[in-house]
């Protein structure tokens, strides 16, 4: 896709996760490589307000265009990019149940094989750091290795996949999965896992498992 294509697609996307219910106002972001650097969300606009225009490149340095402002969260999106070349979009909201989640500081252990859509046997959930900081992204740089999807302690979560209806599937899945997460810690009962060699298993077939979506 050329550069307005992807924009539109950036646009989309973010509509879309708000019919989802994965996002509210002007919160989350989203972003896809392009040129070295990246095509990411502006800080502070409705996503019904955007355009074409109003996406924002910013390069591998961090430079962005002269007269607009990417997202405050632009340095973790970058850290995404650096740490995973085989991902080339990220979405990054607070869907409810995820930052739930995240709000007790855990991470979601294998309480269902679909733990596997992130390519560990875990959803990760990295330290808390101010928003649209160098060390929340660094902690970024490091869970995001981990897992393509990732919580944010007491902030949200992080999808990053191959390209933007992947991340938006990716994103979807782990919404789910923190809501039967929470369903089961308010039970109050111990919470049965899948044993580590059965999520190696499902690791292995999940290598051809997912959205059917191609660039």
């Known amino acids: 896709m050329n550069r307005n294509e992807l924009s539109r697609k950036i646009i989309d996307t973010c509509l879309e996760m708000t019919r989802l219910g994965l996002n509210q106002g002007t919160a989350g972001n989203v972003s896809v490589r392009y040129k070295g650097g990246m095509l990411i969300t502006p800080t502070g606009t409705p996503y019904e307000k955007l355009t074409e225009d109003s996406i924002v490149y910013v390069d591998s340095n961090g430079h962005f265009e002269a007269g607009k402002l990417p997202s405050s969260e632009w340095h973790f999106h970058l850290a995404v990019y650096q740490a995973r070349p085989d991902c080339d979009a990220v979405i990054h909201n607070h869907s409810l149940n995820c930052a739930a989640v995240s709000i007790l500081e855990k991470p979601i252990p294998p309480i269902h094989y679909m733990i596997a859509v992130g390519g560990s046997d875990h959803i990760p959930c990295v330290p808390y750091a101010t928003f649209g900081t160098h060390q929340l992204a660094d902690y970024v740089r ?46 109050g009962l111990p919470i049965p896992t899948l044993p580590k060699a059965e999520m190696e298993v499902v690791l292995n077939k999940f290598k051809n498992y997912g959205l059917r979506v191609e660039e």
């Open 142 to 187: 490091e869970g995001i290795k981990e897992s393509k999807a990732i919580l944010l302690a007491h902030h949200g979560l992080i999808a990053a996949e191959k390209n933007l209806d992947k991340a938006l599937w990716l994103a979807h899945e782990v919404e789910v999965l923190a809501t039967w997460y929470l369903k089961l810690l308010a039970t």
